[in-house]
């Protein structure tokens, strides 16, 4: 089993900074990546930021520069440091980790359960 908590979600003013945070706990070999999602009321879910174990990040276009993703390898704990905030990030977001499982050998998939981001105009 792979567990994984947001926290850092609330409300904040246009311009403010919010930092996400999401914990990953279970019974896994690796960490092959780790991302934040978000779904904002009648849309589907998005990419916000992707990390891959490596290095490689791929955000997007209406993040960059604002938002930056990084993970904790000791914590095995994920950010999403989020700066000039606008009302149209309000959204739920969501911390995803894709790991190998130490009983299996899969690589998988595992979504957190979300934390609310509203952000006022």
């Known amino acids: 089993q792979v567990h994984l908590v947001e926290s850092g979600g609330g409300l904040v003013q246009t311009g403010g900074s919010l930092r996400l945070s999401c914990t990953i706990s279970?019974?896994?070999?690796?960490?092959?990546?780790v991302g934040w999602y978000r779904q904002a009321p009648g849309k589907q879910r998005e990419l916000v930021a992707h990390?891959?174990?490596?290095?490689?990040?791929t955000y997007q276009d209406s993040v960059k520069g604002r938002f930056t993703i990084s993970r904790d390898n000791a914590e095995n704990t994920v950010y999403l440091q989020m700066t000039s905030l606008k009302p149209e990030d309000t959204a739920v977001y969501f911390c995803?980790?894709?790991?190998?499982?130490?009983?299996?050998?899969?690589?998988?998939?595992?979504w957190g359960q979300g934390t609310q981001v509203t952000v006022s105009s």
């Open positions: 995803m980790a894709r790991v190998v499982l130490i009983t299996t050998g899969l690589s998988d998939p595992y």
């Open positions: 279970g019974s896994f070999f690796r960490i092959d990546a």
């Open positions: 990390l891959i174990s490596g290095g490689s990040v």
